[in-house]
């Protein structure tokens, strides 16, 4: 897969697209990454890529002729999906990051200041936020984006399990999960999960699951996938909880 950033800040990748798991996956050509400076499409001796909004307020706008133009030249001989991140965006979510790891070429598209002129989102596939808050720029949600894609791809993560026993992917909060020592001060493991019964530990995991979820996350119970007694033991958590709340 390939992904692309557009975004007037391109060196805040370096560190990140480098290193760990992201880093391995670019080395082993499982991920190419490449951020482009939105300046390049900028006409001016300034090189300007915002301006003041019309009808008046505050802060600058990124323009639509920088975007439009880098948009020409990267997809003049190669067809991409174009996500632009924005707090107006769909929530990012497991299941989006799913699908985006399906296409073979994105390009990530970041704005600064106030937003984009509106006229930008023609060109866009997708819009992401990342969540109801407003960061500075777009950059750290399309590191957030790339990173949770990536971990995805095939042959990016050793052990192929990983991603299956995971939080999201079955749609519940993840397990609690402990390793040694089996006693920290007065903390200890809980014994089932030194038992070595593999039957008896799957059966508490997946209890453990329902119930973290019920307890942190009750809005994802309506989608998780739970069998008429799990069903019970979601209900009865979540009748305790909000009787203790
Ligand atoms: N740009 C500014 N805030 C953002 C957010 N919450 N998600 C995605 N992009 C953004």
Redesign the pocket.
């Known amino acids: 897969m390939r992904i692309e950033t557009v975004s007037v800040f391109p060196q805040m990748f370096d560190v990140p697209m480098s290193l760990s798991i992201i880093g391995r996956a670019r080395e082993k050509g499982l991920l190419s990454f490449a951020a482009h400076d939105l300046r390049d499409w900028t006409g001016d001796r300034h090189r300007t890529v915002d301006d003041e909004p019309y009808g008046g307020g505050q802060g600058q706008l990124m323009m639509v002729q920088p975007v439009f133009e880098a948009l020409d030249d990267l997809l003049a001989h190669e067809p991409a999906t174009v996500v632009?991140?924005?707090?107006a965006?769909e929530p990012?979510s497991h299941a989006i990051a799913t699908e985006l790891s399906k296409q073979s070429r994105l390009v990530l598209v970041?704005?600064r200041y106030e937003?984009f002129d509106e006229r930008v989102y023609t060109r866009a596939d997708r819009c992401?936020?990342?969540?109801?808050?407003?960061?500075?720029?777009?950059e750290?949600?399309a590191m957030v984006v790339t990173d949770a894609i990536c971990r995805l791809l095939p042959g990016v993560l050793g052990d192929e399990l990983s991603n299956v026993e995971e939080s999201f992917a079955d749609g519940l909060l993840e397990f609690p999960q402990y390793t040694r020592p089996s006693v920290y001060r007065d903390l200890a493991v809980p014994s089932i999960l030194l038992s070595g019964d593999h039957q008896k530990i799957a059966e508490w995991r997946r209890k453990q699951s329902i119930l973290k979820t019920a307890q942190i996350r009750p809005d994802l119970l309506e989608r998780a996938s739970l069998s008429n007694d799990e069903w019970s033991i979601a209900r009865a958590a979540l009748k305790d909880y909000n009787g203790r709340a």
Do not use: E, H, K
């Open positions: 632009f991140f924005t707090p965006g990012f970041c704005g937003g992401i936020s990342l969540g109801d808050y407003v960061l500075t720029g777009g750290l949600a």
